[in-house]
């Protein structure tokens, strides 16, 4: 058997078909059969026991994987390795496999937090790529690593500048500007007061930014009554 057939087979025996239900409604664009049904502290455990074996390297090697599961336990290996150009890379050969939200989110590797200034330039060209789930990506280190003490305004231009008819592409434009409308609000927020997102969007950042509980209730109050004028 082989090291990939192995750890898939370690994976089917950690089912837990409950929560395989639940991922099943979480993940619509998803089939069905290929969501396993395994808890994410249980790869994450797996992932701290493969990494850096030569089983972890055969694994990160085969792609595209047939289950859902695989495809996170190979973004939570990503994030084990230390060296940055290789994690880069890695993470560069893995996005256009990546086919659905929750994977796409989760992955991070460590490594991209101490290079936030090597990291700038593949940002800027994944949230300029054509693949919904890159630009997702994109986005998602964006807000991630780029609002606190690494803001520029010009961040929020290259988020702003984003144009799909991708449904998960625009949430996560959305929740880019009502997470800078929480940590750089008098930066962040012309881009909602103006109409310069798109409707949509921008009605979904307001609605995320109400939601939130890191906007100010004076915050809250100005974006219901801005939410009125649409």
């Not at 239900?21 to 026991?49: D, H």
Request: hydrophobic share 45%; net charge neutral.
């Amino acid at each position: 058997m082989s090291a990939v057939e192995t750890i898939r087979a370690r994976l089917l025996e950690m089912q837990d078909p409950g929560y395989q239900t639940f991922q099943q409604k979480l993940l619509p664009n998803i089939p069905p059969e290929k969501v396993i049904g395994v808890r994410i502290p249980a790869l994450r455990a797996l992932a701290r026991e493969l990494a850096g074996t030569p089983a972890a390297a055969d694994f990160l090697a085969c792609l595209p994987h047939e289950y859902y599961e695989e495809n996170n336990l190979h973004g939570f290996l990503l994030e084990r390795i230390s060296d940055y150009d290789t994690a880069l890379a890695k993470v560069e050969a893995f996005l256009p496999c990546i086919d659905n939200w929750a994977t796409c989110d989760t992955i991070s590797p460590r490594v991209f937090a101490k290079n936030t200034d090597r990291l700038l330039e593949p940002v800027r060209r994944w949230i300029a790529s054509d693949q919904t789930y890159t630009i997702r990506y994109g986005l998602g280190m964006l807000m991630r690593y780029y609002l606190d003490q690494q803001f520029r305004p010009e961040y929020l231009a290259w988020a702003g500048s984003v144009t799909s008819e991708e449904y998960y592409v625009q949430m996560m434009v959305a929740w880019y500007f009502a997470t800078a409308l929480a940590k750089q609000p008098r930066a962040a927020w012309p881009w909602v007061a103006e109409p310069r997102l798109s409707p949509w969007v921008r009605a979904k950042a307001v609605q995320k930014a109400l939601e939130s509980r890191r906007i100010t209730p004076e915050q809250k109050q100005a974006l219901r009554a801005l939410r009125e004028t649409f």
